[in-house]
C-alpha cells in the first residue's frame, strides 16, 4: 500500500521563494491563491506557467467529484509530501469526512464508492506508479465501464499532469502548506469550510483554448498531445513541452535526452520515437542516443549537463527522501537556475510518458 501523509519523510526545502509581485497577481486572479510551490519556481515562465494552469484547471469531461480524489490518490502514490498534505486539506474544506478520506488512503471498499469509482482510483494508483506500466487495456477497461473516452482521456491527463506537479514538489522539497492544513483540521475550519465552499464555487477561473489535433500534432511529442483533442488541457501539455524545448536555459539535446532516458526507463516505444526524432533534428545518430540510453553518458554533453542523465532516471521510480538528497546535491553543482529547468523537465517527461503509455 501506498505510504500514509505521516509516513513520508520529507527533506529540507531546496529551493527558495522568489518574490515577484505581478506573477503573484497573477497567480491569484486565476488560482486564488499563491502557493508555495508558485513562490519557489516563479524564476522559470514556463514551469510557473504549467504549475498554475493545472491548479486552476477545471474538469471538463470526466465527473467533477473524481477530480478531487483522483488528485488526492495520485499525490498519495507518488509520495508527495506537500501535494497529499494539500489535497487532503483541501478536501476537508470541500466537506469530505474524516472517515471517507481515510478509507480512499487506506484503498479500502465501502458503500460509497460504486464499480466505476473503484476502478477510477485502482487506475490513478496504477498510471501514478507505473509498475508495471499500464496499457491501452487499461484505458479500454474504463471505456467499458461506461466512461466516455473522451473522459478517460481527461482522468489521464489530469494524472499526468499531477505526477508534473508532485515531482516538482518532490524535487525541490517544497514545504508543506501547514497553515491550511491546520485550519482544514480544526473547528474554526469546519466552521468556515461551507463559507469557504460558496466562495470557492463563485470563482470560475478561466479554463485553456481549446486546440484543433492539427495544432496539437505540432511539436515536440505531437502524436502523444493530438490524442487530447477536445479537452481544454490539451492546451497545457502543448504549451508546456513548447516552452520547455523553447527554453534557452538547458540545451534542447539534453532535454531530448531526458525524454528518452525517461521514456526507455518506462518501457513506452512511442514516447522514446518522439525523443530520438528531436534528437535526429540535433544531428544525433541513432548509435550516439542508443549508448547515451544506455550509458546514462554522452560525449556530446558538457561537464554539466551530463550529470541530468542519471539522476532523471532515478525521478522515474524513487524514495521520496533519497531523490531529495540527490536533487539537493545537482543544485550544489548546476546552480539554482539550471536545476529548475531540470526539475521541470524531468516532471514533463514523467508526465508525457505516462500518458503516451496508453497508447501502446
Known sequence: MAQLLDQIE????????????????????RAGQVSEVDRRVALSPWVREVCVSMTSYRPAAMPPRLFNIGALVTAQENSCRYCYGANRAYMKVLGYSE??????????TFAELDEKDRA??????????????????????????GFSPLAVSEMAMLIALGCYYNRIGILIACPPERAFERMANS??????????????????????????????????????????????????????????FASAVLPRAVKALMFAVVARTLGCRRSEAEARALLAE????????????????????????????PWVRDTVYYQTAVVQKQTAALAAEIGDAALLEAVGVAALANATVRLAMLLE
Open 99 to 108: 472517515a471517507f478520506i481515510n478509507r480512499i488512503e487506506q484503498d479500502a
Open 282 to 309: 540535433e544531428d544525433f545518430s541513432d548509435a550516439e542516443i542508443d549508448a547515451a540510453i544506455l550509458t546514462l553518458r554522452s560525449p556530446r554533453l558538457s561537464q554539466r549537463d551530463a550529470l541530468l542523465l
Open 10 to 29: 520529507w527533506g529540507q526545502s531546496i529551493l527558495s521563494p522568489v518574490s515577484d509581485p505581478t506573477w503573484e497577481g497573477e497567480v491569484k486572479r
Open 187 to 244: 473547528f474554526a475550519g469546519r466552521l468556515m469550510a461551507p463559507v469557504v465552499r460558496i466562495l470557492m464555487s463563485m470563482q470560475k477561473p478561466a479554463q485553456p483554448a481549446m486546440l484543433d489535433a492539427a495544432t496539437l500534432q505540432a511539436g515536440p511529442f505531437g502524436s502523444v498531445v493530438a490524442t487530447l483533442a477536445g479537452l481544454p488541457g490539451a492546451t497545457i501539455f502543448r504549451a508546456g513541452l513548447d516552452s520547455a
Open 120 to 145: 477510477f482510483i485502482a487506475f490513478c494508483r496504477s498510471l501514478a506508479r507505473s509498475r508495471p506500466r499500464p496499457m491501452k487495456a487499461d484505458y479500454d477497461a474504463l471505456v467499458a465501464l
